[in-house]
């Protein structure tokens, strides 16, 4: 495929975005949002509103009510809040209804006809078209953070470019469920049923999600109470010939479990479920991706803190104070993290969730080769 | 030097469906068209002619035979840069103007935007669209997304281009301007493939021409050999004579009949029968002209008779 083809495909996919009336009503509520950011502004000493200030004395709250360190604070939970969880929640969905006609649309009757007997491959095409969904969805991503990035930097001081990792996060988000989208559109070549079915889909992937963080949950906060209620005793070095002569002596006598299918029945869905859990992609983990992009390592500032903790507890111990014990980590806390084992590993996430996007848009190319128009 | 054909297939057969329900669309069709001709393709509704074009333009794979356009084998990209394709009821992209269709499948065609850019416009006059070249496409009506389709089938100067009804939808000064654009592309040599229900249109256009019925080819020839007529007569009498139809009707296929003439379609003996009819009736005969058949008469005769034989 030649620079000449892939600027034609591309001019196409970006004519198809401008043309789509919810990405122009998108569109409008992005500018209008980026226009807020510009016209309501903080300072350490003052809100100001266009070009109008209010110390905050005037308001009556106190002077220097929002620091720099509460600004930040502030700006990081509206990151989350709006642009990872609403934006990446209700935007994405209003993205997909409107990007999920895109393929059925190419494959209609006469449209196939004029485009696939063009010298272009039909893999190229489907891929122009995947594009033009994640064009779409990158324009709008781009100019809302980027937009609230520049706002926020002129009339709250921020500092740094942490909010900027949002926009590439968002498209990642949608990227990985398009790609079913458009499986569901070439297989059905109807605009309806990949809509309806990106719905589906959408909620079947939350649900199995939701299911194993559910058991996960449960599992740790059940293990971490059994250990907090046990005592703890010194235990002497066991004797290697006295455990394995204990362990044969065990399998031995250990009277082997009835089958209870019941049981077995519940312990077959939940291998099903985490298998799937770890197929399907996780777009519900964006968010958290965004958290450890912007705050680096968590189990670093964990170590961290547990740092000036004990240091704190010497200078008690020092003083003839008796030592705090330390605190424990909250129940169900088996968030991602960077270094994370693999259930939890933000690296396996992506990869996983990328491994499904790649491996549902090959199936779809492979489906679009074999279909006689 | 022999030149390459433009189109070459044998023994095509396409089926739909599998088992005992399968469909034959194409049934071991045989055809070579030699470069610069203007060919028409007809038969009537589920012949094998769309099949037999996306065949052509890698559209329908899973064929068996053999199927070459412009010497390579079809289905690579190649050969496919120098064809234009007008399908039958097609739809172009509604989020783009005319001037916006012209490029992008210029472009696909690996035509430069600067190159199209020079020709645009003169397509765009061509087939009465300069007007609303930077309106949308969902704006038009049939009649011009038709004519539009016709351009984007040229757009890249091709050397054979597959016209599917190129008159569908169009009004009669726009079938005027299709007939001039195709009279022109036979000019400069370009290999047309006319597939069309309008035979009279065939017949003013095309100089080749296949007639195809259940997948199979009845008939293939020039234009002239195909309405020579054989045995296509037309009997004129001295004077008014009541009912010559019925009483020449045993002699062969009458066409056409008047007071004083009968047009009719026989063999040498059906002639002589006709000829001892008519003076055996004490009717003079004044003249017997051959008489040239017009494509739908011929059109109707092969594909009645063989709607009249075996069933599928």
């Not at chain 1, 963080?213 to 907090?228: G, I, L």
């Not at chain 2, 190129?166 to 009279?183: F, H, M, N, Q, S």
Request: charged share 20%.
């Amino acid at each position: 495929m030649n620079g000449t083809v892939l600027r034609a495909l591309f001019i196409d996919a970006y004519q198809q975005v401008l043309d789509n009336w919810v990405f122009r009503i998108l569109a409008v509520l992005v500018f209008g949002t980026v226009a807020f950011s510009f016209a309501v502004g903080a300072s350490p000493d003052f809100i100001s509103i266009l070009w109008l200030r209010y110390p905050y004395a005037e308001l009556g709250f106190e002077a220097n009510m929002l620091p720099g360190e509460a600004r930040r604070e502030l700006l990081q939970g509206l990151q989350s809040l709006f642009i990872d969880n609403v934006v990446g929640t209700f935007g994405l969905l209003g993205c997909l209804a409107a990007t999920s006609f895109f393929v059925p649309q190419m494959l209609e009757r006469g449209a196939a006809d004029t485009l696939f007997s063009k010298p272009v491959s039909r893999i190229a095409l489907l891929t122009a078209r995947y594009a033009a969904g994640l064009l779409f969805v990158g324009l709008l991503a781009v100019a809302l953070v980027g937009g609230l990035f520049l706002g926020l930097k002129a009339r709250w001081g921020l500092e740094g470019t942490d909010l900027l990792w949002s926009a590439p996060v968002l498209v990642y988000r949608y990227a990985i469920v398009y790609s079913a989208t458009v499986l569901i559109g070439v297989l059905t070549r109807s605009s309806v049923a990949a809509l309806l079915g990106s719905f589906l889909f959408l909620g079947f992937n939350g649900c199995v999600h939701g299911a194993w963080e559910v058991r996960e949950f449960t599992v740790n906060a059940r293990s971490q109470m059994e250990a907090s209620a046990r005592p703890v005793e010194p235990q002497p070095e066991p004797d290697p010939v006295e455990e394995a002569q204990a362990a044969a002596e065990a399998a031995d006598t250990e009277p082997e479990s009835p089958p209870d299918e019941g049981l077995s029945l519940v312990r077959g869905l939940w291998k099903a479920v985490t298998v799937a859990h770890f197929v399907l992609p996780k777009p519900g983990e964006a968010p958290r991706i965004v958290e450890l992009l912007t705050d680096g390592d968590p189990d670093a500032a964990d170590a961290q803190k547990r740092a000036e903790f004990d240091a704190k507890n010497a200078e008690r111990v020092a003083k003839g104070f008796r030592p705090r014990s330390p605190p424990k980590p909250p129940p169900g806390d088996f968030r991602l993290r960077w270094g994370g084992p693999w259930p939890r590993n933000a690296y396996v996430s992506i990869a996983t969730s990328l491994g499904f996007a790649l491996a549902v848009f090959l199936a779809a190319a492979w489906r679009l080769s074999r279909i006689r128009f | 030097m022999k030149q390459t054909p433009a189109v070459s297939v044998q023994d095509l057969v396409v089926r739909y469906g599998k088992g005992k329900t399968a469909v034959r669309a194409l049934d071991g069709v045989s055809l070579t068209i030699e470069p610069g001709r203007v060919f028409g393709l007809l038969g009537p509704n589920g012949a094998g002619k769309t099949t037999l074009v996306k065949v052509l333009l890698g559209l329908v794979g899973g064929f068996e035979g053999r199927a070459e356009l412009l010497g390579e084998p079809v289905g690579r990209a190649l050969p496919r840069r120098r064809v234009g394709y007008l399908p039958e009821a097609h739809r172009l992209p509604g989020y783009l103007t005319a001037w916006q269709v012209l490029e992008l499948f210029g472009m696909l065609c690996g035509r430069e935007r600067a190159w199209l850019q020079q020709r645009i416009p003169g397509w765009l006059d061509r087939v009465g669209m300069r007007e609303a070249a930077h309106r949308k496409v969902k704006q038009y009506s049939k009649g011009m997304q038709q004519r539009l389709g016709l351009a984007q089938a040229l757009v890249h100067e091709p050397d054979v281009v597959f016209l599917d009804e190129p008159t569908d939808g169009v009004d009669p000064i726009g079938r005027a301007a299709v007939r001039e654009v195709i009279a022109e592309l036979k000019r400069k040599g370009t290999t047309v493939f006319l597939n069309s229900h309008l035979l009279m249109e065939v017949e003013q256009m095309c100089d080749h021409v296949v007639i195809l019925n259940r997948g199979r080819i009845l008939r293939e020839g020039s234009l002239e050999e195909m309405t020579r007529g054989a045995g296509a007569v037309r009997i004129e009498i001295g004077r008014d004579a009541a009912d010559l139809a019925g009483k020449l009707a045993k002699c062969g296929q009458v066409t056409d009949s008047g007071p004083r003439h009968v047009d009719l379609i026989a063999d040498e003996q059906g002639l002589g029968a006709a000829i001892d009819k008519l003076r055996a009736e004490g009717l003079s005969i004044r003249a017997i002209t051959p008489r040239k058949l017009t494509l739908e008469q011929v059109f109707i005769d092969l594909v009645g008779a063989q709607e009249g034989s075996a069933p599928r």
